[in-house]
């Protein structure tokens, strides 16, 4: 891993969306953005992150919440880091602050999930200490598998 990155993280606002939005497709290299809505940050701003170099440029994103369902849970939606910055430890840091905000509201259990083909979250998430379900087949409809995440905290 390289040293740590120079990046200063924040609390997300609404108004960070359209940063987050034009990026997210050529990071992941494939459609994306349909995944993240702009509900999210709408919503969720205040438990979701926002990583920037020294000139201000979108270096990385988390956006999470707390579950309003399981007063147990929180959840992490979507994450990425710019394709300059992977192997930085830039991930690791935004999910290691989200857990710490997780475990001081009182939640117990992160969640998140991937498509089955997507080895190198599947890799990311276990290596930070996920465990890791089998394929849920229509997880998110007909044909849209996922892998489902769960961090104890």
């Not at 108004?15 to 995944?35: F, N």
């Not at 702009?38 to 992150?49: I, K, M």
């Not at 579950?67 to 192997?87: L, T």
Request: proline residues 5%.
């Amino acid at each position: 891993m390289n040293a740590r990155p120079l990046c200063a993280i924040r609390a997300a606002r609404p108004e960070d969306y359209d940063a987050v939005i034009a990026v997210v497709d050529d990071w992941w290299g494939r459609p994306a953005s349909r995944d993240l809505t702009r509900v999210f940050l709408d919503h969720f701003y205040a438990t979701s992150l926002i990583a920037e170099e020294a000139d201000g440029t979108l270096a990385g994103f988390l956006v999470g919440f707390l579950s309003p369902s399981e007063s147990s849970h929180a959840y992490i939606h979507f994450a990425g880091v710019a394709p300059r910055m992977r192997r930085s430890g830039l991930a690791r840091e935004l999910y290691e602050r989200f857990f710490a905000r997780a475990r001081e509201e009182g939640r117990t259990v992160v969640k998140a999930i991937t498509s089955p083909v997507n080895s190198r979250s599947i890799a990311f998430h276990t290596a930070l200490g996920f465990e890791a379900s089998a394929p849920v087949a229509d997880y998110d409809g007909p044909s849209l598998d996922r892998v489902v995440f769960r961090r104890a905290l």
